[in-house]
C-alpha cells in the first residue's frame, strides 16, 4: 500500500496548503494504514518542488 504526493510552487507553506486542501492528498496524509512518510523538497528558481512519498501496512 501507498501513495504519493506531489507540489510545485512558491514555497512549502503552500504546498502544504495544497496539500490539505485536495481531497485527494489529504486522504494519502490522513490514511491511517500509511505510517511512513518520505519528504523530498527541491528548491528551484520559480519556488520548490514536493514530494512526498507515503507507506503503510
Given at each position: 500500500?501507498?501513495?504519493?504526493?506531489?507540489?510545485k510552487?512558491?514555497g512549502?507553506?503552500?504546498?502544504?496548503?495544497?496539500?490539505?486542501?485536495s481531497?485527494?492528498?489529504?486522504?494519502?496524509?490522513?490514511?491511517?494504514?500509511?505510517?511512513?512518510?518520505?519528504?523530498?523538497?527541491?528548491?528551484?528558481?520559480?519556488?520548490?518542488?514536493?514530494?512526498?512519498?507515503?507507506?503503510?501496512?
Amino acid at each position: 500500500m501507498g501513495a504519493e504526493n506531489i507540489a510545485k510552487t512558491s514555497g512549502t507553506a503552500r504546498a502544504h496548503e495544497l496539500f490539505m486542501n485536495s481531497s485527494g492528498h489529504r486522504v494519502n496524509i490522513l490514511n491511517a494504514q500509511h505510517d511512513t512518510i518520505g519528504i523530498g523538497i527541491v528548491k528551484t528558481p520559480h519556488g520548490v518542488v514536493v514530494i512526498q512519498l507515503i507507506t503503510g501496512r
